[in-house]
Every structure is written in C-alpha cells, then in structure tokens.
Nanobody, 124 residues
Framework: QVQLVESGGGLVQAAGSLRLSCAAS????????VGWFRQAPGKEREFVAA????????AFADSVKGRFTISRDHAKNTAYLQMNSLKPEDTAVYYC?????????????????WGQGTQVTVSS
C-alpha cells in the first residue's frame, strides 16, 4: 500500500556530506513515523535515526549523534537524512522505513514498510 524509494547515496570522501531522500507513493506519509536504518556487509541492520509524524520529534543512534539530522516535508511526502562529517565506518546500505502508528522507535520490527536501500560508501 505504501512504496518507499531511497535516493542520494553514492561515494564520498571522509568528512564529506550526503543527503538521502525517502520518497513515498501509494499514500501520504503524513501520519507515519519514518526511520532510517543501515546495514554493512556481514553486520546486522542497525538503527540510525527516526522522526515522528505528530510533532516531528527525532531520535538518533549514539554513533551518528551530532553528525546526522533527520527531517521530513509533509507536503512533498518525502523524508530526508542529512549526513555530515562522514566516516568510513558509515559505509553501508541505508534503508528508510515507515511506521503507521506514527511513533518514532529504534526497533526495526515496529516498521510496516521498507524501501529498497541506497548504497553509501565513505572512503578514507
């Protein structure tokens, strides 16, 4: 019912920046919470950031706090992950996800819809 498509990934040097976008189709994202997760080769998927729908409150993993920001544009039905001061350890496939209950959470199992992922590679 909801399709999510990530974009904006690519190759960037350490200390550089990228902005990932998560565009929704099928229905509006306005009442959904949106989360970002990432998965590196051989590693489990981990939480990165999330934003609620009701008040746009946010949460971040300790590993990205102070470097990444999450936002959303309700009118454009799109969420964003701004990544600054990138490090090689940020290299991963990044996924966006939507939670119909509208509550930002670090638990991946709470999310109902997932995008296909976009590759982010940070060189040293």
């Amino acid at each position: 019912q909801v399709q999510l498509v990530e974009s904006g990934g690519g190759l960037v040097q350490a200390a550089g920046s990228l902005r990932l976008s998560c565009a929704a189709s099928g229905r509006t994202l306005s009442r959904y919470a949106v989360g970002w997760f990432r998965q590196a080769p051989g590693k489990e998927r981990e939480f990165v950031a999330a934003i609620s729908w009701s008040d746009d409150s946010t949460a971040f993993a300790d590993s990205v706090k102070g470097r990444f920001t999450i936002s959303r544009d309700h009118a454009k039905n799109t969420a964003y992950l701004q990544m600054n001061s990138l490090k090689p350890e940020d290299t991963a496939v990044y996924y966006c996800a939507a939670d119909r209950w509208g509550k930002a959470t670090i638990d991946a199992s709470a999310y109902d819809y997932w995008g296909q992922g976009t590759q982010v590679t940070v060189s040293s």
